[in-house]
């Protein structure tokens, strides 16, 4: 953790059983952190001087999602799907109806107003019941790995893995490529939104950034040493933190180096 914009950072790992396979953070009400690990879901209520094993009902324990809307929090998992919880991860129901083989594979979820849309290994499916059933969306990014999606108003953007950006602009009914500035082939691991601005992380070639929903593409990698694996973006104050591949460490920059 750190209290200081990164200038420096603390170890916050107590009663984690396996710190190093920490995949996925997510804040609940501000002062309720969830931590999604390759051996389960973990709870703080202390800013992470803490942290609980809450897996019950999990079946799969290797966690790669996160999603949390009002005291509804979704999680999905490496071939056991969709999990929820109404307690705080005290106990946890699978939700998996309508997905089967690599759709058990969730990568990302994302949460917009009713409808929740999960990216798996065969595409991006959508429940507008709570979970309650999921069904394939026409056109969706398949058959390839959605790894990351991010919600900005009705529009959903969708980074795969082998594929680039798409964006749909109506909720997931529609999807059209948007790589327009970005390498071929493009392997994006991570998507942050500020606004109508989002930006991409990807593999071995940094990080992008379009203000035109995806129109268009402009790399942003001044001050990178090489071009870093990006796992990991989020937005914070001032700054998008950018958190790269273990030899290259966690970066920052300004926003108003970029005009927002």
Not at 9 to 30: E, H, M, P, Q, Y
Not at 39 to 61: E, H, I, P, R, Y
Not at 68 to 97: E, H, L, R
């Amino acid at each position: 953790m750190s209290s200081n914009n990164g200038v420096s950072w603390v170890s916050v790992n107590k009663d984690l059983t396996d710190s190093s396979g920490v995949r996925v953070l997510a804040i609940k009400g501000g002062d309720t952190i969830f931590a999604g690990t390759d051996s389960g879901m973990f709870v703080s209520s202390n800013n992470g001087g803490l942290w609980k094993a809450v897996d019950s009902g999990l079946t799969n324990l290797d966690i790669y999602a996160i999603a949390i809307n009002g005291n509804n929090i979704f999680v999905g998992t490496q071939g056991g799907g969709i999990f929820f919880s109404s307690n705080n991860g005290n106990n946890w129901t699978a939700m998996n109806t309508g997905l089967t083989g690599m759709a058990l594979v969730v990568e990302s979820l994302a949460i917009n107003g009713n409808i929740i849309i999960i990216g798996t290994g065969t595409g991006a499916y959508l429940s507008s019941n709570n979970g309650n059933s999921w069904t394939l969306l026409n056109g969706s990014p398949a058959p390839n790995e959605i790894i990351e999606l991010a919600v900005s108003g009705n529009n959903i953007f969708a980074g795969t893995y082998n594929m680039g950006m798409y964006l749909s602009p109506d909720n997931g009914g529609s999807w059209t490529a948007i790589n327009n500035g970005l390498p071929l082939n493009t392997k994006v691991l991570s998507l942050a939104n500020c606004g109508n601005s989002i930006f991409v992380g990807t593999v071995n070639q940094g990080v992008f950034l379009s203000s035109n929903n995806g129109s268009s593409w402009t790399a942003i990698n001044n001050g990178f040493l090489g071009m870093p694996i990006v796992n990991a973006l989020v937005i914070n104050g001032n700054y998008i933190y950018a958190g790269t591949n273990a030899n290259c460490g966690v970066w920052r920059l300004p926003l108003s180096a970029l005009g927002l």
